[in-house]
């Protein structure tokens, strides 16, 4: 059994033997091991979370991850900025026909590998199987679901806010782009690929902590319009404040990306009171995924959308964008 | 205090009280860093930094698009082209949605290698753009390109707008930033026309916020002094002669023409097309083009924008029918277009 047959998703023998020898080799959970049509949960808490998200993205491995952690990633960072502690995780597999088994074992190694250290459990999953070209190797789809700590609810955002952001912006945009080789750029980009749940759940208890969101398709500048949008307050935004790792925003400037649109996967943009900033950015510095963490902006009723003041002190509004600088990015 | 600001203080106590001032950028890429750096909103009030004609895919003639998606039809063709070219839109739509065999390059040289990997094609080289893409064609054409490639060429001169832009009054230019790209091949001394036969200062700048402050205060200072020089504040990138050994191939292979800017009109001695000696590379003369007739876009003012008459925004189209995803007009195609960078910054 080298590829993936039409056969592996009939839900006969060879779907058994696939799951058998091969999934259940990594995903061994409990919850999953009976193979049962629904897994039986257990919560402590009866406010639970749900996210459910795709995951498409083109090349399947870039630096920094693959598909299988940026599909456990991306779950585990949905339930973990809505002020929730993500708990269990579904798992569906889209797989073209041909499809390298060895392929399909690096992925659910890398699966196994970000949720056992998310502390989340994949409880059930499915797979079929798509005739050749009929899919671009392999989509995965999950969801998560996650015990609620502290709601954080939009509403909660009001005049003079700080806007942090928990790192520098655009790794993953970046990584992707350059891993598909369509620049003649001889660089390799490392991807921020990462799951927040440690980052982010020893906010939860701060007073002051308001709002979060991770930043991935259409990046920060996005996330902001849709709060400035939503709230009708305005935010400003400082560009000298903004960080951006070397390598990153040398190869934008080449492509003509703006770090501020591009996709991250292991930063979360957090809206926080005035007073509580500093306590938070502090926590998020303790830990390694935090160490860059930076004030970037504020929330202001002096105007409406997000203005970002420029390092010569000129102002220039962000908005959305409407092309997608890279379409399936994750 | 840092550099920018002594430098923004400077412009304010540069100004002339009583007047309007207007000065225009050439370049794309200089209009890029003024938009995105947000310098228009610390100028003085009177005084106005102008977009000018510094996009290339916005003033290629729709006529040359035309041919080029008619030619990358034929079975026996491939077209290659820089990547913004494959979008804009003509009235038979654009390159990527109506033509057949095309490839974006990024260089002229790939042009080489596509040409020499598919010996049973000929391969046509769509090639644009101010005197910073010239070069490089030019250099292709030096080293000995495959029997199987042709130009066709677009080239258009930068000075050559200037000059229409100065004699237009409607416009009014106090001063311009010469482009620093350009400026690199054709030398400083190539703007010396415009502050001594029109009397207009100019200042040849690079492309970070600071070296176009700097341009700015120089082109405020003779506003002041009454004079006009053409000076260089991008003087470790720009000699006064240029690049002689560019220009002395693009003298080479390319003479001067009448052309048609799109949206503006015909130019005499504005654009470059290969010598008649080179005929038997030019697809121009190969493949027999015929010229069609220019079509104006219902609605959109490309031509204003590119002459700064008017700004992106007095477009009724603006970032409602016209947006980067679906460009209607030249200008908001690639991200040197005035409308395009408009609608990130505005
Ligand atoms: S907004 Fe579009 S239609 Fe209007 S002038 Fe610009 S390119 Fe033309």
Known sequence: MKKIEIGHGSGGRLTRDLIEKLFLKYLDSNELKPLEDAAYLRFENPNIAITTDSYVVRPLFFPGGDIGKLAVCGAVNDIAVSGAIPKYLSLSFIIEEGFLIKHLEDVLKSIKMTSEAAGVKIVTGDTKVVERNKCDGLYINTTAVGEIVTPLVIENISDGDAVIVTGTLGDHGTAVAIARNEFDIDASVESDCAALSGLLTPLFDIDGLKWMRDPTRGGVATVLVEVAEKTSLGIEIYEDKIPVRDDVRFISDMLGYDPLYLANEGKAVVITSHEAADEILNKLRLHSLGKNAALIGRITTKHKGVRLRTKIGGERVLDMLEDDMLPRIC | ?346
Not at chain 2, 149 to 168: C, F, G, N, Q, W
Request: aromatic residues 6%; proline residues 6%; glycine residues 8%.
């Open chain 2, 1 to 346: 205090m840092n550099k920018s600001e002594n430098l923004i203080k400077h412009i304010h106590s540069l100004v002339p009280k009583d007047r309007k001032v207007k000065i225009m950028n050439v370049c794309g890429s200089h209009e890029h860093t003024i938009a995105f750096s947000g310098m228009r909103s610390l100028m003085p009030q009177n005084l106005e930094l102008i977009p000018g004609p510094g996009c290339p895919v916005c003033v290629c003639p729709e006529s040359d698009i035309i041919n080029a998606i008619k030619l990358s039809k034929r079975d026996d063709v491939i077209l290659v082209t820089y990547g913004d070219m494959l979008r804009v839109p003509t009235q038979q739509g654009s390159i990527r949605a109506e033509g057949k065999n095309f490839r974006m390059i990024t260089s002229p040289f790939e042009a080489i290698a596509i040409a020499k990997n598919h010996s049973d094609k000929k391969i046509i080289f769509f090639s644009i753009g101010f005197e910073t893409t010239t070069a490089p064609t030019a250099a292709i054409l030096e080293m000995g390109i495959p029997d199987n490639l042709y130009i066709l060429s677009s080239h258009r001169l930068t000075p050559a707008i200037m000059e229409i832009l100065v004699k237009d009054a409607d416009i009014g230019i106090d001063g311009f930033i010469a482009p620093g790209h350009v400026s690199a091949i054709v030398g400083s001394n190539a703007w010396n026309v415009f502050s001594e036969k029109y009397g207009i200062p100019t200042v040849v700048a690079g492309f970070e916020a600071e070296n176009l402050l700097l341009g700015i205060v120089d082109i405020l200072r003779q506003i002041k002094e009454g004079i006009a020089e053409t000076t260089n504040v991008y003087s470790n990138v720009v000699r006064p002669e240029g690049n002689t050994q560019a220009q002395r191939i693009m003298h080479k292979y390319f003479e001067v023409s009448n052309v048609n800017w799109r949206g503006i009109g015909y130019i005499p001695d504005s654009g470059l097309e290969l010598k008649s000696e080179y005929s038997a590379r030019d697809a121009r003369k190969v493949f027999e083009l015929k010229e069609v007739k220019e079509e104006k876009i219902p609605g959109c003012i490309c031509g204003e924008v590119i002459l700064g008459k008017a700004y992106p925004s007095k477009c009724k189209l603006f970032k409602k029918a016209c947006t980067p995803q679906s460009p209607t007009g030249p200008c908001m195609v690639s991200q040197e277009g005035s409308c395009n960078i408009w609608y990130k910054t505005n």
